[in-house]
């Protein structure tokens, strides 16, 4: 039954992929049904950075539902929920009026919500699960208030609900154009998880059950992304500089600091979590620095920055999907998530092995994979600023460069201990050691999606020009973007070159000629096993092996003053003597500057003022009625 | 054909040039303290003792462990074709310093996940500090680069060199110099020189990069030894021929590439003689001090991207 609903969900996906990648290239669509919702109608519009996330959510739909018969495929709970998320995500860049969005959004939302709940019954601790639900309804619902609001002030000022009107009508001042545009960056950047508004992300992804993680970390949040670029680039057009400069930094930021939370955490889905948190941060870089180029007047600059985003929008779907998946593989074959308690699965699982890594060379950014080619990208464009006047734009451009380079940097740490600690040496406890591979259909979505990766990589040249056709309808230019011979891609006439094809050939011949040599050579091909070196100890068990948290133990050090670390150590001694230890309890539970500086001081100021309003609630009905004769008379009054 | 045969001629100035190189600096180190020191052939002895050796590999270790050194010895390779070695088109002529420095980083990936594979604390203390270092390490890269793009406009390797070789006065330019101090610094703890790491010890508790590949012997230790000598020949390269591109020629005739081997033989040796008089003089940093130097190798790439700026 549920097999049913996630084969038909594949359909609608591969359907939906088609339809969007014809929308990219040029036919556009209008579909209204006025009667279907109340106020305006439900109206969709295709254009072509909708056909884009439409092709997206469509494709990146089709190996995770294959995936989810696979791993859910006799649970019959959530499979309904799980096609509306699907169908709904499909919607919201579609949607052409505010209420249409609003169904839509507010639809995906709730579909992920209950998802989230949902693998909160079915997970380990419920109350921590339960938790994870509550903070990411309130903050998608904070979010959505704040869209809401942007949305209908700009209604009331351009007189219509259609955003086709809004990008037509004459421009509103900078000061209310401002306005909207923080109340609709603030929802979508909630969606997208920018930091500090990140902080229902890692609670909520890992919740969820991994097919569902696959799609709000892979392309759920990038529909914030979409939002951004509808808001900055068509709705309120033309962009003002601090946009971007804001943009910028909050990527950058967000980069860091999704980066520095992966290093250290040790569940393997929360360090994925973290690690999308690190992507949309370079994705909103990309952004940022298109809406600072687009109104400093540099729109090739800016088309190029674009399409960098846009590149990365995909390529982090394709990694991000692929690797919440193998986490998936991992939890099905082993029933834990927690690093500590896995290691050794390389052996007993080598397809989901094999995927993780691809998955993680990918998202460490390294070649020949697609992360690298994308965050390339992004770094061609963010070096070229240069050309813009004002020496402050300059600094923090620089600013947002050595950010994304040290995330960079930090990624390869985050993803060498995902994919050291999970899969290799020795299995740390019976879970692990007993651990199963994942079943057909899993296997199959996971090998799919890894190939996905190296075509993305494989065919930049054929990909970014066609993001840029896409960028192109939103800052229209010519693109500064050629493919020369090997299919090499240049950037801003001679500013920089890559070709990938090349790259993976000289990487593939590189790494096969030494294997030809020894061949040739005739070197010994045996090799003798043998036990580990371990000082003369007698056995080796993975009690001796390097932990999640030993691993991270450097980061922990040279960067305190980011995660303040609060270890606690109890020795438990026998009464006779403090030599004889009979227990060691050692905590350091990570810290979350932001939540305890930000939210929790918010969170008190609620309380508080939820308190003192509670003072007009007596509960006697006949208050509530003057209440409401009062608030009638205000109105009349007013208009 | 000529690119092809460029290909193939660094690759084997680089292959052969690198053991050669650790050879020399060892010989010159032990020099400078008084002892007479090995031959700076050495290395190549070493290479082949270890090539006709039968690997011990652990029981606890997979495909990554064995497939490490091939994988690593493969990106050297790729980062040997895309440097400007002999003239200032390298053979993979569109590549820039972001390849270079992703190909590096391939590199520690899977070093760092080899060391984690064994089972031992040693090799996953190795991992964690080397991946720590290089993370570290990666925005004064990334900035320095940036310096030098700004002033060429443009980040392809050969075009650096191309730009900055008509530049006269390059040597007084504060940008120029801040990032090739910044560089340098970021060499030092990318290719495990000391103050960083230091490469003459086989203590495990005190290693960076030797640690992580303790368990490596035969065939595989000869390919990861190889594969570091690469690498600091490379960089060693780089901050000869982006920083002081003098004598780098642009076309591939016999006699041009005769000539930018010999320049680049004289600049390695003035590099070499540097590093060692560097090395003898200093004293290894506790592991939490190298953040530091790192920070200051920082400091100093921002300052040469100011410097770009105010001066533009």
Same mark, same amino acid.
């Given at each position: 039954m549920s097999a049913l609903v996630y084969a038909l969900t594949a359909l609608l996906g591969a359907a939906a992929a088609a339809a969007g990648v014809a929308g990219m290239l040029g036919t556009p669509w209008v579909l209204r049904i006025d009667w279907l919702v109340p106020l305006g109608g439900m109206a969709l519009e295709m254009d072509p950075l909708a056909g884009l996330f439409v092709a997206l959510v469509g494709a990146a739909a089709v190996p995770v539902s294959v995936y989810a018969i696979g791993y859910a495929g006799r649970e019959r709970?959530?499979?309904?929920?799980?096609?509306?998320?699907?169908?709904?995500?499909?919607?919201?860049?579609?949607?052409?009026?505010?209420?249409?969005?609003?169904?839509?959004?507010?639809?995906?939302?709730?579909?992920?919500?209950?998802?989230?709940?949902?693998?909160?019954?079915?997970?380990?601790?419920?109350?921590?699960?339960?938790?994870?639900?509550?903070?990411?309804?309130?903050?998608?619902?904070?979010?959505?208030?704040?869209?809401?609001?942007?949305?209908?002030?700009?209604?009331?000022?351009?007189?219509?609900?259609?955003?086709?009107?809004?990008?037509?009508?004459?421009?509103?001042?900078?000061?209310?154009?401002?306005?909207?545009?923080?109340?609709?960056?603030?929802?979508?950047?909630?969606?997208?998880?920018?930091?500090?508004?990140?902080?229902?992300?890692?609670?909520?992804?890992?919740?969820?059950?991994?097919?569902?993680?696959?799609?709000?970390?892979?392309?759920?949040?990038?529909?914030?992304?979409?939002?951004?670029?509808?808001?900055?680039?068509?709705?309120?057009?033309?962009?003002?500089?601090?946009?971007?400069?804001?943009?910028?930094?909050?990527?950058?930021?967000?980069?860091?600091?999704?980066?520095?939370?992966?290093?250290?955490?040790?569940?393997?889905?929360?360090?994925?979590?973290?690690?999308?948190?690190?992507?949309?941060?370079?994705?909103?870089?990309?952004?940022?620095?298109?809406?600072?180029?687009?109104?400093?007047?540099?729109?090739?600059?800016?088309?190029?920055?674009?399409?960098?985003?846009?590149?990365?929008?995909?390529?982090?779907?394709?990694?991000?999907?692929?690797?919440?998946?193998?986490?998936?593989?991992?939890?099905?074959?082993?029933?834990?998530?927690?690093?500590?308690?896995?290691?050794?699965?390389?052996?007993?699982?080598?397809?989901?092995?094999?995927?993780?890594?691809?998955?993680?060379?990918?998202?460490?950014?390294?070649?020949?994979?697609?992360?690298?080619?994308?965050?390339?990208?992004?770094?061609?464009?963010? %070096?070229?600023?240069?050309?813009?006047?004002?020496?402050?734009?300059?600094?923090?451009?620089?600013?947002?460069?050595?950010?994304?380079?040290?995330?960079?940097?930090?990624?390869?740490?985050?993803?060498?201990?995902?994919?050291?600690?999970?899969?290799?040496?020795?299995?740390?406890?019976?879970?692990?050691?007993?651990?199963?591979?994942?079943?057909?259909?899993?296997?199959?979505?996971?090998?799919?999606?890894?190939?996905?990766?190296?075509?993305?990589?494989?065919?930049?040249?054929?990909?970014?020009?066609?993001?840029?056709?896409?960028?192109?309808?939103?800052?229209?230019?010519?693109?500064?973007?050629?493919?020369?011979?090997?299919?090499?891609?240049?950037?801003?006439?001679?500013?920089?070159?890559?070709?990938?094809?090349?790259?993976?050939?000289?990487?593939?011949?590189?790494?096969?000629?030494?294997?030809?040599?020894?061949?040739?050579?005739?070197?010994?091909?045996?090799?003798?096993?043998?036990?580990?070196?371990?000082?003369?100890?007698? %056995?080796?068990?993975?009690?001796?092996?390097?932990?999640?948290?030993?691993?991270?133990?450097?980061?922990?050090?040279?960067?305190?003053?980011?995660?303040?670390?609060?270890?606690?150590?109890?020795?438990?001694?026998?009464?006779?003597?403090?030599?004889?230890?009979?227990?060691?309890?050692?905590?350091?539970?990570?810290?979350?500057?932001?939540?305890?500086?930000?939210?929790?001081?918010?969170?008190?100021?609620?309380?508080?003022?939820?308190?003192?309003?509670?003072?007009?609630?007596?509960?006697?009905?006949?208050?509530?009625?003057?209440?409401?004769?009062?608030?009638?008379?205000?109105?009349?009054?007013?208009? | 054909m000529d690119a092809l045969f460029l290909s193939v001629l660094q690759a084997l100035v680089i292959a052969l040039g690198a053991p050669l190189l650790v050879g020399t600096l060892r010989t010159l180190k032990a020099r400078l303290v008084g002892r007479r020191g090995p031959a700076p052939w050495q290395p190549f002895l070493d290479l082949r003792k270890l090539f006709g050796k039968t690997p011990v590999v652990s029981e606890t270790t997979s495909w990554i462990f064995r497939a490490t050194p091939y994988v690593l010895v493969g990106a050297m390779l790729v980062a040997a074709l895309a440097a400007p070695v002999l003239t200032s088109r390298p053979p993979l002529a569109f590549a820039g310093i972001l390849l270079l420095m992703s190909l590096f980083l391939l590199g520690t990936f899977f070093l760092a996940l080899a060391g984690l594979d064994a089972g031992s604390a040693f090799g996953g203390m190795g991992s964690s500090r080397e991946v720590t270092v290089a993370g570290l390490a990666e925005p004064t890269v990334m900035l320095a680069v940036f310096a030098l793009a700004l002033r060429a406009s443009t980040t392809n390797l050969g075009g650096i060199v191309e730009r900055v070789t008509i530049e006269p006065l390059l040597v007084v330019n504060p940008a120029h110099l801040l990032a090739f101090a910044a560089f340098f610094i970021v060499m030092l703890a990318e290719t495990g020189r000391l103050p960083v790491d230091n490469p003459a010890t086989h203590l495990e508790l005190t290693m960076i990069h030797e640690a992580m590949v303790l368990e490596y012997s035969g065939r595989h230790l000869a390919l990861v030894e190889w594969a570091a000598a690469m690498k600091l020949f490379v960089f060693l390269t780089l901050l000869a021929n982006l920083f002081f591109p003098w004598g780098v020629p642009a076309d591939v005739t016999p006699p041009a590439l005769l000539l930018g081997l010999l320049a680049l033989a004289g600049k390695l040796a003035l590099l070499a003689i540097t590093l060692a008089a560097l090395e003898t003089a200093i004293a290894k940093l506790r592991l939490f001090r190298v953040p530091e130097l790192l920070a200051g190798s920082f400091a100093l790439a921002v300052l040469s991207v100011s410097a770009v700026f105010l001066l533009r």
């Amino acid at each position: 039954m549920s097999a049913l609903v996630y084969a038909l969900t594949a359909l609608l996906g591969a359907a939906a992929a088609a339809a969007g990648v014809a929308g990219m290239l040029g036919t556009p669509w209008v579909l209204r049904i006025d009667w279907l919702v109340p106020l305006g109608g439900m109206a969709l519009e295709m254009d072509p950075l909708a056909g884009l996330f439409v092709a997206l959510v469509g494709a990146a739909a089709v190996p995770v539902s294959v995936y989810a018969i696979g791993y859910a495929g006799r649970e019959r709970r959530g499979c309904l929920a799980y096609a509306v998320f699907v169908a709904a995500m499909l919607v919201v860049p579609l949607a052409a009026n505010v209420m249409t969005f609003a169904l839509a959004w507010e639809l995906m939302s709730l579909a992920s919500y209950v998802l989230v709940l949902d693998g909160a019954r079915a997970g380990r601790e419920p109350a921590a699960s339960a938790h994870a639900g509550w903070v990411y309804a309130v903050m998608t619902h904070a979010g959505l208030a704040c869209l809401l609001a942007g949305m209908l002030l700009l209604t009331a000022w351009t007189g219509s609900a259609r955003f086709a009107d809004w990008a037509a009508a004459p421009t509103l001042s900078a000061g209310a154009r401002s306005l909207v545009w923080a109340l609709l960056a603030l929802g979508f950047a909630a969606k997208a998880g920018g930091v500090p508004l990140h902080v229902w992300l890692p609670l909520a992804h890992p919740a969820a059950p991994s097919h569902v993680s696959a799609l709000m970390s892979g392309v759920m949040i990038k529909l914030g992304v979409y939002g951004l670029l509808r808001a900055s680039f068509v709705w309120l057009a033309p962009a003002l500089p601090w946009w971007g400069a804001t943009l910028l930094l909050v990527g950058a930021v967000s980069a860091v600091t999704g980066v520095l939370y992966a290093i250290v955490d040790r569940d393997l889905k929360r360090l994925l979590a973290f690690s999308s948190i690190e992507n949309v941060g370079i994705v909103l870089v990309g952004t940022g620095a298109a809406v600072a180029f687009a109104a400093a007047a540099l729109p090739a600059l800016a088309l190029l920055a674009l399409a960098a985003a846009l590149y990365h929008v995909v390529n982090h779907a394709a990694f991000k999907s692929l690797l919440f998946m193998a986490a998936g593989g991992v939890l099905h074959g082993t029933g834990t998530r927690d690093m500590e308690a896995l290691g050794g699965l390389i052996k007993r699982q080598p397809w989901t092995a094999a995927c993780f890594l691809a998955g993680a060379v990918a998202s460490a950014g390294l070649p020949p994979l697609n992360g690298f080619v994308s965050e390339w990208l992004t770094f061609q464009a963010l %070096l070229q600023n240069i050309r813009l006047p004002q020496p402050s734009m300059n600094l923090a451009f620089a600013l947002a460069i050595a950010g994304l380079a040290l995330a960079a940097g930090l990624a390869v740490a985050a993803f060498v201990k995902a994919f050291g600690i999970t899969f290799l040496a020795l299995p740390r406890s019976d879970a692990a050691a007993g651990a199963h591979e994942a079943p057909v259909p899993m296997r199959v979505a996971m090998v799919a999606t890894a190939a996905a990766c190296a075509g993305l990589a494989l065919g930049a040249s054929a990909i970014v020009p066609a993001l840029a056709a896409v960028a192109a309808t939103l800052v229209p230019a010519p693109a500064p973007i050629t493919v020369g011979a090997w299919l090499t891609l240049n950037i801003s006439g001679d500013f920089a070159s890559l070709s990938m094809p090349a790259v993976a050939l000289a990487l593939a011949g590189g790494i096969l000629l030494p294997v030809l040599l020894l061949v040739v050579a005739r070197a010994r091909p045996r090799v003798r096993r043998y036990e580990t070196w371990g000082c003369g100890r007698l %056995l080796q068990t993975a009690r001796m092996e390097y932990t999640a948290t030993a691993f991270a133990d450097p980061f922990t050090r040279v960067f305190d003053f980011f995660y303040r670390p609060a270890a606690r150590l109890d020795v438990d001694a026998h009464p006779e003597s403090r030599f004889f230890v009979r227990r060691i309890r050692y905590e350091n539970p990570t810290r979350f500057i932001v939540d305890e500086w930000l939210y929790r001081p918010l969170g008190r100021v609620l309380r508080a003022a939820a308190q003192r309003a509670a003072v007009v609630q007596s509960g006697s009905p006949n208050l509530y009625l003057a209440y409401v004769l009062v608030a009638l008379l205000l109105l009349l009054l007013v208009a | 054909m000529d690119a092809l045969f460029l290909s193939v001629l660094q690759a084997l100035v680089i292959a052969l040039g690198a053991p050669l190189l650790v050879g020399t600096l060892r010989t010159l180190k032990a020099r400078l303290v008084g002892r007479r020191g090995p031959a700076p052939w050495q290395p190549f002895l070493d290479l082949r003792k270890l090539f006709g050796k039968t690997p011990v590999v652990s029981e606890t270790t997979s495909w990554i462990f064995r497939a490490t050194p091939y994988v690593l010895v493969g990106a050297m390779l790729v980062a040997a074709l895309a440097a400007p070695v002999l003239t200032s088109r390298p053979p993979l002529a569109f590549a820039g310093i972001l390849l270079l420095m992703s190909l590096f980083l391939l590199g520690t990936f899977f070093l760092a996940l080899a060391g984690l594979d064994a089972g031992s604390a040693f090799g996953g203390m190795g991992s964690s500090r080397e991946v720590t270092v290089a993370g570290l390490a990666e925005p004064t890269v990334m900035l320095a680069v940036f310096a030098l793009a700004l002033r060429a406009s443009t980040t392809n390797l050969g075009g650096i060199v191309e730009r900055v070789t008509i530049e006269p006065l390059l040597v007084v330019n504060p940008a120029h110099l801040l990032a090739f101090a910044a560089f340098f610094i970021v060499m030092l703890a990318e290719t495990g020189r000391l103050p960083v790491d230091n490469p003459a010890t086989h203590l495990e508790l005190t290693m960076i990069h030797e640690a992580m590949v303790l368990e490596y012997s035969g065939r595989h230790l000869a390919l990861v030894e190889w594969a570091a000598a690469m690498k600091l020949f490379v960089f060693l390269t780089l901050l000869a021929n982006l920083f002081f591109p003098w004598g780098v020629p642009a076309d591939v005739t016999p006699p041009a590439l005769l000539l930018g081997l010999l320049a680049l033989a004289g600049k390695l040796a003035l590099l070499a003689i540097t590093l060692a008089a560097l090395e003898t003089a200093i004293a290894k940093l506790r592991l939490f001090r190298v953040p530091e130097l790192l920070a200051g190798s920082f400091a100093l790439a921002v300052l040469s991207v100011s410097a770009v700026f105010l001066l533009r």
